[in-house]
């Protein structure tokens, strides 16, 4: 069984940081890409930032220049490191992974932690 556990949520006042990290478990033969997406209250699920197993990253409009995506492959993490925070970007934070499990590949999610930006 996959797992993905993320920590680092938590509450910031505007113009902080914080430093998400999202682990992958489990019986994993190999990941293509991870990523990070949120959703705030009343909106959709939207992408803030993939990262390949290449080191190719992709980000949302609203966070670039803002956001840092970045993965160690030997541990099946990914980070996503946040800065000027501002309260548009209070939200559940949820990973995602590409992965390869036995012979098969699949689309994993983590629980999601919550980032509230707030003075």
């Known amino acids: 069984q996959v797992q993905l556990v993320e920590s680092g949520g938590g509450l910031v006042q505007p113009g902080g940081s914080l430093r998400l990290s999202c682990a992958a478990s489990?019986?994993?033969?190999?990941?293509?890409?991870m990523g990070w997406y949120r959703q705030a209250p009343g909106k959709q699920r939207e992408l803030v930032a993939a990262?390949?197993?290449?080191?190719?990253?992709h980000y949302a409009d609203s966070v670039k220049g803002r956001f840092t995506i970045s993965r160690d492959n030997a541990k099946n993490t990914v980070y996503l490191q946040m800065n000027s925070l501002n309260p548009e970007d209070t939200a559940v934070y949820y990973c995602n992974a590409d992965l390869q499990a036995g012979q098969e590949w699949y689309v994993y999610w983590g629980q999601g932690t919550q980032v509230a930006v707030s003075s």
């Open positions: 990262i390949t197993s290449g080191g190719s990253t």
């Open positions: 489990g019986s994993i033969f190999s990941i293509y890409a």
